[in-house]
Nanobody
Framework: QVQLVESGGGLVQPGGSLRLSCAAS????????MGWYRQAPGKQRELVSV???????IYADSVKGRFTISRDNAKNTVYLQMNSLKPEDTAVYYC?????????WGQGTQVTVSS
């Protein structure tokens, strides 16, 4: 079993930046697909970005050009760099890993974009 712990959320003004981190409890080398999802109040959870070994990352249209996903296998961590943040980016952000056919989730980290 793998535990995922997100961090890096917080309150930021529109136009600002945050970097989210997702630390896994063990090596992620064998986890080909990891990603970030978000859920705003009253809305369904939605895909933000996914990174799969050997493939180009996938981004939701709403974050393309502003967000960048990356992974550091040596640190067992996946990152989400978020720039030019907008109020509509406000949500709880969840880390996700696809492991042996099962989706694993972290507990989430709150991102609030407001002036």
């Amino acid at each position: 079993q793998v535990q995922l712990v997100e961090s890096g959320g917080g309150l930021v003004q529109p136009g600002g930046s945050l970097r989210l981190s997702c630390a896994a409890s063990r090596s992620i080398v064998s986890i080909n697909t990891m990603g970030w999802y978000r859920q705003a109040p009253g809305k369904q959870r939605e895909l933000v970005s996914v990174i799969t070994t050997g493939r180009s990352p996938i981004y939701a249209d709403s974050v393309k050009g502003r967000f960048t996903i990356s992974r550091d296998n040596a640190k067992n961590t996946v990152y989400l760099q978020m720039n030019s943040l907008k109020p509509e980016d406000t949500a709880v952000y969840y880390c996700n890993a696809l492991l042996q056919g099962r989706y694993l989730w972290g507990q989430g980290t709150q991102v609030t974009v407001s002036s």
